[in-house]
């Protein structure tokens, strides 16, 4: 097998598509890098002292796990030196984080969900780390929330690890999708997927079906629809698939096709959904469109939203475009 790693494969796809300058490369590189460490503490569980919770909550008042509070030290300390970056921001942390005066000011920022799928921690089921990098503002000065609060349109890369059998990379820069599985022994991230596509339509959805007493009507609708099987108005049988990590959920409808779903619902209307723009849907959705899939907010598409706070949350329906369409369709009726 020719292996090709992934400084090669930024280095050639700046040559041919001139989308990675060099600060872009390194950044992608640098949080590559974390995320190999993050792997590795994932990976030793109990015995790295990993694992449960710490006696925190976060921003989002849920209680943080130690390996959330780990994973988020590990990118702030592998990205504050390089000069590629002015700010970061995480699910982690109530506010921003510019960089330290002591380092150079460079002209990307990063955000990240450091671990995604907390719940599965504990359990030894797959989780990651998914991350979106925009550009800082033409002109900016001291960085300020006000400069993150782009559409995820303007993204410019987002990717995730999983954290699985295998701990597998997953990467846009907006010229399609590839994915690279880490060689343990070797250290390194080696391609082993390229121009990832999802199938427009699918017979399989993902849902957490515990919460349908709360869902509005074009949900309870369209899963009632699947649920009806071949002889209900869809005509075909679908099956149905919950890991409880979005990276885990959105790693296997890349591979093979499907619908996630995670809804606004009637517990709380100040809280439309649980999953965040910033760090989970905006960084899935450019992944998923450049794999020809489609993703919204049930009623526009998520990448044209503009925020308006850091830590805000979505309705996400993503996946097999013809699935996302109807079930967004339904929202518009
Ligand atoms: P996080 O662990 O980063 O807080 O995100 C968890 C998210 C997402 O990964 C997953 O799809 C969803 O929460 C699971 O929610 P349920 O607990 O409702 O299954
Ligand atoms: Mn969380
Ligand atoms: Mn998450
Ligand atoms: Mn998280």
């Not at 090709?4 to 390194?26: G, Y």
């Not at 990098?133 to 782009?150: I, N, R, S, W």
Request: glycine share 8%.
């Amino acid at each position: 097998m020719n292996r090709i790693s992934l400084t090669r494969h930024l280095v050639e796809e700046q040559r041919l598509n001139n989308t990675i300058p060099a600060e872009l490369r390194l950044l992608i590189e640098v949080v590559a890098r974390a995320c190999k460490t993050i792997s590795h503490a994932v990976g030793k569980g109990a015995l790295g002292e990993v694992l449960g919770t710490a006696d925190t909550e976060n921003v989002q008042g849920e209680v943080q796990k130690k390996l959330d509070i780990l994973s988020n030290e590990i990118l702030l300390e592998a990205n504050e030196w390089g000069g590629h970056l002015a700010a970061m921001a995480s699910e982690e942390m109530e506010s921003i984080h510019p960089i330290p005066n002591r380092y150079p000011m460079g002209e990307y920022m990063l955000l990240f969900d450091p671990l995604d799928g907390s719940s599965n921690i504990d359990v030894n089921v797959s989780i990651g780390t998914i991350f979106s990098v925009l550009k800082a503002p033409e002109g900016m000065g001291a960085p300020t929330e006000q400069d993150f609060m782009q559409p995820g349109s303007k993204q410019v890369a987002a990717g995730y690890a999983v954290y699985g059998p295998q701990t597998m990379l997953v990467l846009t820069t907006g010229n399609g999708v590839n994915c690279f599985t880490l060689d343990r022994e070797m250290g390194s991230w080696v391609l082993t997927q390229r121009n990832m596509q999802i199938p427009e339509d699918t017979q399989e959805f993902a849902i957490n079906a515990s919460n349908t007493r709360h869902w509005f009507p074009p949900v309870t609708r369209y899963v009632n629809e699947m649920m009806a099987g071949k002889t209900g108005p869809l005509g075909k049988d679908y099956n149905m698939r919950w890991i409880a990590s979005m990276v885990a959920d959105v790693h296997r409808i890349l591979n093979r096709g499907g619908i996630f779903m995670y809804p606004a619902d009637a517990r709380d209307l100040d809280k439309p959904g649980k999953l965040r723009l910033m760090y989970e849907a905006n960084p899935m959705s450019m992944i998923v469109e450049q794999a020809g899939g489609a993703s919204t907010d049930g009623k526009q598409r998520m990448l044209d939203i503009v925020p308006t706070k850091l830590h805000q949350r979505v309705p996400v329906f993503l996946g097999s475009k013809n699935e996302v369409a109807r079930v967004t369709k339904y929202h518009q009726e």
